[in-house]
């Protein structure tokens, strides 16, 4: 059965610093992941996915993840976060016994000025 | 135009009432689902339903019933209302089932008081 862990419930971080999201996977089938972000008393919004092909995804924002088979994770990453990045951040696989998606429980980041 | 559209936004309501909450999408998609989040924002999958065919969650309680009247709406109802249902319910999309990512609406934050 697929499932996803996030290793940090909150990531606080300054204006412009780095910033990295864990996210590791388990599944026994293909791999379809993605990253969701939500914004306070708002729906989730789709940030990037990797379905196939190469490895490393990016998003409009600044953000990217790469998916790594062998340590079976799909880490998200910013080189400089700004304060409206302050959100929830969901890593999901694809795959329920619905055909959903699965997600972790989800990482608060909050960007400090 | 909204893609996934949910009705109402709030909804406070009493214990032991009945009440339902709408979805629609108009992306032509043939997989609706309903998520619940809960207090600490995990993500739960409560219902899908593809091209007619739903698929049951079965530890989410008998009291939730969800309606489909077409392809691109899937109602949630619910009866008996309990103060532990308290959540913010999504509705989200997907082309298909599996594989591929899903679209949610703003989602509608039920109070049980």
């Known amino acids: 059965a697929q499932s996803v862990t996030q290793l940090d419930s909150q990531v606080p971080v300054f204006e412009e610093a780095p910033v990295e999201l864990r996210c590791n996977y388990s599944?026994?089938?293909?791999?379809?992941l993605f990253w969701y972000v939500q914004y306070p008393n708002q729906g989730l919004q789709l940030l990037l996915k990797?379905?196939?092909?190469?490895?490393l995804v990016e998003s409009i924002n600044g953000f990217e993840a790469e998916f790594n088979k062998s340590q079976t994770s799909f880490h998200l990453r910013k080189p400089s976060v700004h304060i409206s990045d302050t959100a929830e951040y969901f890593c999901a696989v694809a795959g329920g016994s619905q055909g959903n998606l699965i997600f972790g429980k989800g990482t608060k980041l909050s960007v400090k000025p | 135009d909204t893609a996934v559209s949910q009705t109402p936004k709030y909804l406070v309501t009493q214990m032991g009432n009945d009440k339902s909450i709408k979805c629609e999408q108009n992306?032509?998609?043939?997989?609706m689902y309903w998520y619940k989040q809960d207090s600490k924002k995990f993500l739960k999958i409560m219902f899908s339903?593809?091209?007619?065919?739903?698929?049951i969650n079965e530890t989410v309680p008998n009291r939730f019933s969800p309606k489909s009247p077409d392809k691109a709406h899937l109602n949630l109802h619910i009866n008996s209302l309990e103060l532990g249902d308290s959540a913010v319910y999504f509705c989200a999309s997907s082309y298909n089932r599996g594989g591929t990512e899903a679209f949610f609406g703003q989602g509608t934050r039920l109070t049980v008081v």
């Open positions: 990797y379905l196939s092909g190469s490895t």
């Open positions: 339903y593809n091209n007619k065919e739903l698929i």
């Open positions: 599944s026994s089938v293909s791999v379809y």
């Open positions: 992306l032509g998609h043939d997989t």
